[in-house]
């Protein structure tokens, strides 16, 4: 087509002016579609997509496209740029799909009306599962779609657990251990979404005020909360921490890349276990629709679905180094690849996943954020002082009192989902987080001084 239309302006070019043929050439070369994503994924999940699409889409359009990528720095991020757009401009923002990102959110955009409905062909439809262990793989109405699976878990170095005789953590309550002090990797879920998604399986595994509890007493256990989930891998490769919070594809990429396959290891606990779908949608207003639609379409299919799960020596598999290491949504995939596949089937896993309630995950999301941000975050050090203060003591009855204190919370279950849409207002959002961050003040002056 390139050839085609050099030709035509270089006949054109005898005619008119240089600066016209010039245009003309510009135009060749321009790339026939456009495609916009915000996503939160990780360069080599882009480059693949990127690299397995354009040649999808040639072959079936004979047309090229361009893939422009945006990330505001994580799910969080993206969502609040999202929603501040969409406040902005109602009809469009001119971005076409959001991939990436568990289903809280893409639930609450669709509530908010500002997911366009796509409905796959019917033959690849049904064989993607309507909902595993409890939770849609897509929504019913068909304005986004689980992409990949994901679950989350802790990863550890067992290398130096094991020269430090630190203790073996099989359960998130583990994490509370006082032992564990300054080496336990965490991340800002005001940042991340895969923070948010940890916490919010904490807290649905084991209620409102126990889960916080326990959210308290790891946070004061954490070295130090990251901007993002992608360094805590990192950090437990390197020994910065011995344990990780973490979704599975950073857990078996950090693994994939050891020569010691057993240096790091990952499980998920059984005290709360999710697996969940990393979910993508059609944006409303989306300017290249029926190129959208084509993408959604792509990396539904088998092709795109192998990326996941391949090695990246696989003829099939992706170029990246390391691989993409996720679970795929299509359960028939696995029987398919066998042994080909880097992941287990979570389709006949032998776990008991809880039963977790996506809208109520996705009515306090913000909320959430904000209050472990200023409960746990923004006053780290305190949380972490009067931690250590609490486990000096000598006298259990004191310690007991101090952590009582430790567990109190500024609101209940039900405050909290019912100030989720009232936080759109900046005035009552920053009025409540003062009120929190005095909160959090007080109550852990509180619980030094009931050692005394």
């Known amino acids: ?92 923002i001119n971005i076409d799909l959001l991939f990436g990102g568990g289903i809280d959110a893409f639930i609450k955009l669709a509530e908010k009306g500002l997911l366009e409905s796509y409905e796959l062909p019917e033959e690849q439809l049904k064989q993607i599962p309507k909902d595993m262990y409890g939770i ?45 002090i300054g080496r336990v990797g965490g991340a800002d879920p005001r940042e991340s979404g895969s923070a948010h998604m940890i916490y919010e399986i904490i807290l649905q595994g084991y209620g409102w005020e126990e889960g916080f509890s326990i959210l308290t007493q790891l946070g004061a256990n954490v070295r130090g909360f990251s901007a993002g989930s992608n360094a805590i891998p990192k950090d437990v490769v390197a020994g910065q921490v011995i344990y990780g919070m973490a979704i599975d594809f950073y857990a078996y990429g950090a693994i994939a890349q050891q020569d010691d396959p057993n240096k790091i290891q990952y499980a998920l606990p059984p005290d709360a276990t999710v697996i969940s779908p990393d979910s993508i949608a059609i944006l409303k207003g989306a300017p290249n629709r029926e190129v959208a639609e084509k993408f959604v379409t792509y990396v539904l299919s088998k092709e795109a679905q192998k990326l996941w799960l391949l090695r990246d020596s696989d003829p099939e598999g992706p170029k990246r180094k390391g691989g993409l290491n996720r679970a795929s949504v299509l359960p028939g995939l696995y029987d398919e690849l066998g042994d080909r596949s880097v992941v287990d089937n979570p389709f006949k896993s032998d776990l008991s996943p809880i039963q977790y309630d996506p809208v109520k995950g996705g009515s306090r999301a913000k909320v959430l954020n904000d209050l472990m ?45 019912s100030l989720e849409d009232q936080f759109s207002d900046p005035v009552l959002r920053n009025r409540k987080l003062k009120e929190w961050s005095e909160f959090a003040g007080d109550k852990y002056k509180r619980a030094r001084s009931a050692l005394k």
């Open 1 to 92: 087509m390139i050839l085609r239309c050099f030709r035509l302006a270089v006949q054109l070019a005898s005619v008119f002016h240089l600066s016209f043929f010039l245009s003309v050439i510009s135009l060749c070369w321009a790339t026939d579609d456009k495609l916009v994503i915000i996503s939160p994924h990780w360069e080599g999940i882009e480059e693949e997509f990127t690299r397995g699409f354009k040649t999808w889409y040639q072959s079936r359009t004979g047309r090229q496209v361009e893939l422009e990528w945006l990330d505001q720095g994580g799910t969080s991020s993206d969502m609040r740029f999202i929603e501040a757009e969409f406040r902005r401009l109602p009809d469009s």
């Open 136 to 180: 849609p793989v897509f929504d019913s109405q068909h304005r986004w779609y689980g992409a990949a699976l994901s679950s989350f878990g802790i990863m550890h170095n067992e290398v130096l657990r094991s020269r430090l005789k630190l203790p073996i953590v099989n359960q998130w309550k583990d994490l509370t251990n006082p032992k564990l």
């Open 373 to 417: 941000g200023t409960l746990l975050i923004d006053r780290h050090k305190e949380l972490v002082k009067t931690w250590r203060t609490i486990h000096k003591s000598k006298n259990p009855v004191k310690r007991e009192k101090a952590i009582a204190i430790l567990r109190e919370l500024p609101l209940t279950e039900t405050e909290a989902m």
